[in-house]
């Protein structure tokens, strides 16, 4: 800068606590984060209302049955004698099952979609799976009856079991209905979730990534195995994250192909039961308190298995980010 | 100036008035219950409504359990149930309630075995053991002895029962309770027993889909349910000794033998009725009405419509497969109606 | 590189890549398979009556779900008024503005809620809404469907919001932008499709739910009124029809599940058109 024109500076001294305040709430920055704060706090005061409501309501079982309430198997309506164990049991397979098929499928799916698919079929497709999370539960649990559960019965049922029907896994008869069969209906439920989040994400990563990896000599699918999607590693957790949950609480559909039987199995052919499922099969009609108060237990217990799977993967993730990948 | 004034306020007061007693007019009603008479109900509401089209009464069928919390909620005017509300329940409820039976439902037996077509006959023992699961094979001489002539397998035998609790289960297993003592003190009766055995199916249809699918099963569904889907079912042996197949004939009949022993209060368990044509595995289903109605109009409409559904409403039962109530009862029941103010 | 170890890494390129495209076809037979089963069991009940009427009882023909459609459309739009702006601005908060141990906190908060069962969501939205004032209300239904909206909404935001590159946020900042503004008017419509994405996605799972408006909107046979009192939807009609003894009704059901499917696809593409037109200018 020239000496002529040089800008006259003055001394302006710092404005008073209370005008600058003023200031920086009219520029809006405080407002902004307040707002946003609120609503953050408020779904913190949802869920904390859900957790003491389910806490209020259940409070019969919760002092009639104490911690045994975990490992009982029974339930019992007619002799008051509720127990937990085989619902959580069946929980956890389910959703394992679900997720051991939606997330090798989902991720795969998203990768097509968005490293080879030309952008017109990409956008088109996506579109069209994110209708599949618009089905009602009830339609899904009625295809599962009459395609899914009949071919399991007939053809595939048979055909794992002679593959691998040593591994207790594949032992016992084969009804149709079962924990695999459930597990088959939410994998079909969750992946849209894990396409569409996870497909967005990829298309996020920035192209000098792919780049750089191809101009190194990799060929298409090592860049983006090795690159690419662990760039988008946190993101693709988020939505297997979402896809658990909805596994997790999914009530109608799980209920009309899992055979409803409250067991704990080795086997993927037996029948089982989960918590959502027997909340919604038996809330409407129970009319006992203790009943019901065992019901509402059983919503409390999803919410604690909830919180300590999310805690789990939340620690997964911490540990996968020092690996390398998009800094948070 | 004033004249004015007074002459718009007092056309504008009027008018509220008018406008009020108009929409005054309507009487909206909400209920809640049972599933298993839903189809039977809607026609009923949907007909009152044609001859009375002031009066909405809006029935959602959440279940029979539902239907006794909402009531005693005060979320709705009335509720539906298809099991009697227990001793208990009555005496916990802050208001007294009457039971109205309004039509009849039979369970029966539906199975799937692999090379028989005819109907078959079942001892009530053989249907306790088979539940129980102390029966567990097809050709067990329980079974055999009561269908002779008949070729059944060595098979076993796969139990398919109701995953989620509803008034058909009550109805089968308040059955099994009287057939059986073992089953009694093991299971019980209700709307959602703990089960010995079998798998869970959801809904009428669920049990059915997989008695279909599932060889050598057996399954209870609702009559009108097999009726109106062409399954085909077994007879049962009543009191009498007699097999009998379900028909809305042989379940008027076991109500009708009931008729003469009826409590005031109608809560009264009709399976294992006396009476040679009595189908043993049949029962009432019940309106909920609270004794005492605040409100005049709704108090009226409710009359009204118990009245009309007595008299006029059972006309329609036959056309979608629900037996009628006999006669004696409904002359109990148009009794009763006085009780409710 | 030696000449066995190339081709075996371009195999393995093929054979992925192959997989891959195998995977998506896949998702979207069962998808065409389900839209098959619908069109081919409740195709015929579509009519005109379908859409106008209300419905009949059984036995009775030319009944419709005229206020069950209308039922969905109005619950959807209370859940969205009440849940995505709780949503975003929460989104926005994770990824604008989050301290950390806070952050920490309502991250790990959304996952749980989304992990509810919905019948739980119901009950609890039952014990708020309903029981005050006991009886069951459109707005009780929404209340319920608008908490299960939320935690997609929270996720999709932050995730779309975090891949917008912070070299856009610096340079509006250097260009003088405040915080908030430089929030609304770059890193907001950089985000925007994949926000939206969620959003709609969110929409779309709780426009088939059945279980949380048991015990809030309850269900209504005639057309609701306003927003107090018991409304009409389809899920519920759905699951009355579906679980009932009546073939006539069977086939309504598939035919309402064909509806809503083409409700959320539209709606989809109505928003994704606005969108793009918002961008375009």
Known sequence: MSAASTTITHEVPPKSGLRAFVDRLRGGDEIAHLITL????????????????????????????????????????????FGAATFIYGTLVTSAVALVIAVPLGLASAIFLSELAPRWLSD?????????????????????????????????????????????????????????????????MVVPFIISVSREVLLSVPREQREAALAMGATRWEATWQVVVPWARTGIM?????????????????????????QISASLFAPGYTIASVIANEFTEATGDLYLSALIELGLVLFLMTFILNGLARILILATERGGGRPA | MNMKKTFVVVSLLLGMAALAAAQGGQVLLNAAGATFPY????????????????????????????????????????????????????????????????????????????????ELNFTEKALAGIFLGTITKWNDPEITKANPGVNLPSADIVVIHRSDGSGTTYIWTDFLSKASDDWKNKVGKGTSVNWPVGLGGKGNEGVAGLVKQTPNSIGYVELVYAAQNGIAFGKVQNAAGKFIKADLASVTAAAAGAAKDMPADFRVSITNAPGATAYPVSSFTWLLIPAQIQDPAKRDAIKDFLKWMLTEGQKYNEGLTYAQLPKPVIEKELKAISLVQ | MSEPRIMWRKAVNAVMLTLTGVAAFGVVCVLFLILGYLIFNGGHSLNLNFFTQLPKPVGE??????????????????????????????????????????????????DLLNGVPSIVIGIFAYALVVLPVKHFSALAGGVALGIMVIPITVRSTEEFLRA??????????????????????????????????GMLLALARVAGETAPLLFTAFGNRYWGQGWGQPIASLPVMIYTYAISPYDDWHRQAWAAGLVLLMLVLLSNLGARFILARSKAV
């Open chain 3, 61 to 110: 023909t030319g009944g419709g779900m005229a206020n069950a459609i209308v039922g969905s459309l109005k619950l959807l739009l209370l859940a969205a008024l009440m849940g995505l702006p709780v949503g975003l601005l929460a989104g926005i908060y994770l990824a604008e503005f989050g301290g950390k141990t806070f952050s920490f906190i309502v991250r790990y908060t959304t």
């Open chain 1, 38 to 81: 609120i609503a953050s706090a408020g779904i913190i005061l949802i869920t904390s209302l859900l957790v003491l409501e389910l806490w209020r309501t259940s409070y019969l079982s919760r002092t009639k049955f104490g911690w045994m309430f975990f490992w009982t198997k029974v339930w019992d309506a007619n002799f008051d004698k």
């Open chain 3, 164 to 197: 917008v590159p912070n070299s856009m946020r610096e340079a509006a900042m250097a260009l003088g932008a405040s915080k908030w503004k430089t929030i609304v008017t770059v890193v907001l419509p950089a985000a925007s499709g994949g926000i939206l994405t």
């Open chain 1, 124 to 188: 088109i497709v996506s579109f069209l799976i994110d209708l599949l999370a618009a089905v009602p539960s009830v339609i899904y649990g009625l295809l599962g009856i009459f395609i899914v559960v009949p071919l399991m019965r007939t053809t595939l049922g048979p055909a794992l079991k002679k593959v691998l029907g040593f591994t207790p896994l594949f032992a016992g008869p084969n009804y149709g209905v079962g924990f695999l069969t459930a597990g088959i209906v939410l994998a079909i």
């Open chain 1, 238 to 262: 988020g939505s297997v994250f979402l896809a658990l949950a909805r596994a997790l609480g999914e009530t109608m559909a799980v209920t009309m192909v899992i055979g409803n039987n409250p």
């Open chain 2, 39 to 118: 189809p039977i109900y809607s026609k009923w509401f949907d007909v009152y409504h044609t001859a009375h089209p002031n009066v909405q009464i809006n029935y959602q069928s959440i279940g029979s359990g539902g239907g006794i919390r909402q009531l005693q909620a005060g979320t709705v005017d009335f509720g539906a149930s298809d099991g009697p509300m227990s001793d208990e329940q009555l005496a916990a409820s802050k208001f007294k309630i009457l039971h109205f039976p309004t039509v009849l439902g039979a369970d029966v037996p539906s199975y799937n075995i692999s090379g028989v077509s005819g």
